[in-house]
């Protein structure tokens, strides 16, 4: 009996020490693995650091810098955040982490949508037409990654440094990350008076040719010809699509269309066109009209534009 209770203390004892060392080897793995997580959210706060600091040194101090080497550069560093913000994403993320993970993600995507509205409008904001719009939309980009830093500062930090310090971790605290260099980058006026001192950049003052031309208009599909009535269906309603060819230098926005007929007005609105493209405004006639029709097209001339005989067109409608 006593060989016998020995055997079992024995055989107890063992099992106990191979549940402790299970659950130690567990628990170092899971440790190990929280460690990871946080090493690899360091280094990608860390680069992303950086590339703040040289977004907003930039913006701070231009130079001699080019208007296109300028909106190059911004490019680089909306591509440098939109790849850190992949990357936030295909984090391996230890279960503990899922909550801080998910907000860490938001934050990121902030900034990554943040720099692309930014590096969108960069070209506008420095030529001339739609400048003052563009600038007010970078400034209103700046709320953004304002609030991607207090997403970051005020929840994420604190929940991975609470999920380490619960799990005995000391050494991988995560390090502050405010991206947003200033809070002056909110007001518009500050975001101006930076970018006018691109080199080239003129936020305001006409730079280059500017001008558009009326290239085609359609109804419903079909091509309308000045001085041959065209006919078409109009049961279903009549929609007019006029096509507009930026021929200048610079991109312009809000390019305004109006089609006037019997009496009415309607407009329509090409929101940004590339120096050399080619844009459309599709344009309902409501109240819809019916028998012969005369259609006034006119595309509103741009600042700066000089030459505005080729952006208008009148044509004749049969409607059955």
């Given amino acids: 009996m006593l060989r016998r209770g020995l055997a079992l203390g024995g055989g107890l004892l063992l099992l106990i020490l191979i549940v402790l060392g299970v659950k130690g080897c567990l628990d170092a793995r899971a440790n190990r693995e929280l460690s990871d997580y946080a090493r690899n959210v360091a280094a990608i706060v860390e680069e992303t650091q950086q590339t703040s600091k040289t977004f907003f040194e930039r913006l701070e101090e231009p130079g001699s810098a080019s208007v296109t080497d300028f909106v190059d550069q911004v490019n680089a560093d909306r591509s440098a955040v939109d790849a850190y913000a ?32 930014i590096a969108d409008k960069m070209s506008t904001a420095l030529g001339d037409a739609g400048a003052e719009k563009a600038m007010a939309g970078i400034a209103k980009q700046m709320q953004k990654l304002l609030a991607s830093d207090v997403v970051y500062e005020q929840v994420v930090r604190p929940e991975v440094d609470d999920v380490l310090a619960s799990n005995g971790i000391s050494d991988s605290d995560l390090p502050e990350s405010t991206f947003l260099a200033d809070e002056k980058w909110l007001d518009e006026s500050t975001v101006s008076d930076a970018l006018s001192a691109v080199s080239g950049g003129s936020t305001g003052t006409a730079s280059g040719l500017h001008g558009t031309g009326l290239t085609s208009v359609t109804v419903n599909e079909t091509e309308l010809i000045e001085g041959a009535p065209t006919t078409i269906a109009g049961e279903e309603g009549v929609e007019v699509e006029v ?35 080619i844009g459309t405004a599709l344009i309902p006639l409501t109240p819809t009209p019916s028998g012969e029709v005369t259609l006034e097209i006119e595309v509103e001339a741009v ?13 004749t409608l049969l409607i059955e």
């Fill in 86 to 117: 992949t990357r936030i994403d295909e984090l391996s993320t230890p279960g503990d982490m899922s909550r801080a993970q998910s907000n860490l993600e938001l934050s990121y995507q902030l900034r990554a949508n943040a720099m692309d509205e």
């Fill in 243 to 277: 096509s507009v060819q930026n021929q200048g230098e610079s991109t312009e926005n809000g390019v305004n269309v109006a089609v006037t007929y019997e009496g009415n007005t309607v407009s329509g609105e090409i929101d940004e066109l590339p120096a050399g493209e």
């Fill in 303 to 315: 600042d700066g534009e000089e030459v505005v005989e080729n952006n208008e067109a009148t044509y």
